[in-house]
């Protein structure tokens, strides 16, 4: 479509400057020959073809979104050893094989309080089409980083650095006792 436009942009441009008289055109009488050219664009249609050419053109991958990717519900026991981390506040987990198998590149699982927890794409919103866009802990487990553009992202999926500006996507979940689910509904 952003191909299209471009070209038709670009068409429409040319023959704009190939009509070089269109303005002395308008100033006279048309003869009966003259009036089967082709009409002078006004100045309403080059200020659309101005803004179609300037807000249509956009190629900046940054702004892509990540992709959907249907994943089964994940239901975990929190009361298994290996989620001890997800017992405390600010509990990080993300290294499980299920997790890896969900969304795109995977979930980090967070525990924000006894009754929230937020599980995060690892997709790194920035670039997310690069193989290599994908989001980890930080070894400190204070933040999450794409080592790869370089963007660092706070526990509520906020980027605080780095070229992202979108936040990580996050999946919805909701605890029933100690069993935690995620589904692949999109919160944000």
């Known amino acids: ?24 055109e308008r100033s006279r009488n048309l003869t009966s020959s003259d009036q089967t050219s082709t009409p002078c664009p006004s100045n309403l249609s080059l200020t659309m073809l101005f ?7 956009s190629t900046d ?24 981390a997800l017992k405390s ?6 290294d499980d094989p299920d997790f890896e198998l969900a969304g795109v590149k995977g979930i980090i699982l967070y525990r924000k309080n006894a009754t929230t927890y937020y599980a995060f794409e690892r997709n790194c919103p920035f670039l997310p089409y690069d ?3 994908t989001v980890d802990v930080h070894s400190s ?3 999450m980083q794409d080592v790869c553009c370089g963007s660092i ?7 605080t650095g780095g070229p992202a500006i979108s936040p990580m996507r996050k999946y919805a979940t909701s605890l029933n006792g ?5 589904t692949d509904t999109i919160i944000m």
């Open 61 to 84: 991958p940054a702004i892509e979104p990540i992709p959907i990717v249907p994943f089964s519900d994940i239901q975990i026991d929190l009361n298994l050893p290996k989620y001890v």
């Open 89 to 94: 506040d600010g509990g990080v987990y993300f």
């Open 178 to 182: 100690t069993q935690l689910t995620i």
């Open 1 to 24: 479509m952003q191909g299209i436009m471009e070209e038709r942009a670009g068409r429409d441009f040319m023959s704009i400057l190939r009509n070089k008289k269109c303005s002395s």
């Open 141 to 143: 487990l204070i933040y």
């Open 51 to 57: 803004i179609a050419i300037t807000f249509s053109c």
């Open 131 to 133: 193989a290599c866009s």
């Open 153 to 159: 992202f706070n526990f509520e999926g906020q980027p």
